[in-house]
């Protein structure tokens, strides 16, 4: 019997890199990519043209445009805009070409900036949005409510299955080590690095390092990517409602941006100090997911903070991302 075609879009990214190496390890070898000089997701026509053309059975909807705060302060229309395009044009057309299951993933900061901690799922849409990535978050939501919206309407007539993971905080092999737009950790790794090599005498770090934070190693999400698109649909809709479909993923541990700035220290093996910036913004003042559905369900993150870190500096060190 041939193996379900699976496309993975996204897969030079951090996550679709990461849930490629996990199919592969599971035994998928019928996995289709393209890289966006291929197809841009944001074309509805070519989008629509490469479903037709190779039928995928499944789909893992990874692509995105991403980045850390200053990014998405930064380019708000840019954000906004190329992931609802993103989202629309690929779940459409997956529907529209008879594919039967696929896995949009969003991200944390959908939940409202003072949201009640740990976050559960029914937090959605109950308050005001974190205003530096609110673009972001919001075409994050729409994805979750495409999902929800094409299984409402074509779920039994057509026999799809369209879910939602919402992952915290990633980190890991394949992450955007760029000085100004990428997320904390591989900022934190770039930055103590540049100044071990150049022998600083201390490092800043954007905002008060108070806030709280969450973090899952890009390899445990994966796993859990693949856990959810394989769980029976009567086990998923025994966690998620019609109208509330997304699943949370993450570690349920949280640590402070100026633990995590230490922690990072000493794994790059800088000797100097560390400074904060409290001129730059520091976002939510926590983000904890309450992960307890999925872990009912038979997942559970892997790899702790500290080896994560480590992989990820070898990792680094590996592709030499200072070229950035």
């Not at 109950?126 to 994805?143: C, D, H, R, S, V």
């Not at 919206?149 to 919402?166: A, C, D, F, T, V």
């Not at 100097?272 to 910036?277: A, L, Q």
């Not at 926590?286 to 870190?309: C, F, H, I, N, P």
Request: charged share 25%; proline share 4%; aromatic share 8%.
């Amino acid at each position: 019997m041939a193996q379900e075609k699976i496309y993975v879009a996204g897969h030079l990214g951090m996550v679709g890199s990461a849930i490629i190496r996990t199919l592969r390890s599971e035994g998928h070898q019928n996995i289709i990519t393209r890289s966006r000089y291929d197809l841009d997701l944001c074309r509805q026509t070519d989008v629509e043209a490469f479903f037709k053309s190779e039928k995928p059975d499944q789909v893992y909807l990874a692509a995105a445009k991403v980045g850390g705060i200053h990014a998405n302060n930064t380019y708000p229309a840019d954000f906004i805009y190329q992931n609802i395009m993103i989202e629309a044009n690929v779940i459409d057309a997956a529907f529209r070409n008879g594919v039967k299951k696929l896995l949009f993933l969003g991200s944390s900061c959908i939940y409202p900036k003072l949201a009640i901690q740990p976050m559960t799922e029914s937090t959605l849409l109950t308050g005001p949005l974190e205003p530096t990535n609110e673009p972001y978050a919001l075409a994050k939501i729409a994805g979750i409510k495409l999902c929800e919206s094409y299984n409402r309407q074509y779920g039994k007539s057509h026999k799809i299955e369209y879910r939602s993971i919402m992952p915290t905080n990633l980190y890991g092999p394949g992450d955007n080590y760029h000085a100004e737009n990428s997320h904390v950790i591989p900022a934190l790794i770039r930055r103590f690095h540049e100044a071990k090599i150049n022998r600083q005498r201390s490092v800043p770090v954007w905002g008060s390092g108070v806030p709280m934070r969450e973090f899952l190693f890009v390899d445990d999400l994966a796993t859990a990517c693949l856990h959810v698109m394989q769980l029976e649909k009567t086990v998923y809709e025994k966690f998620t409602s019609e109208m509330q479909s997304h699943i949370n993923v993450g570690t349920g541990e949280e640590i402070s941006i100026l633990a995590l700035a230490k922690a990072v220290k000493e794994i790059v093996g800088y000797q100097g100090d560390i400074t904060f910036d409290q001129t730059k913004p520091d976002g939510s003042p926590r983000k904890l997911l309450d992960s307890s559905r999925l872990k009912m369900s038979g997942w559970d993150a892997k790899v702790t903070l500290k080896e994560g870190l480590q992989l990820a500096y070898d990792d680094f060190l590996k592709t030499n991302s200072l070229k950035n």
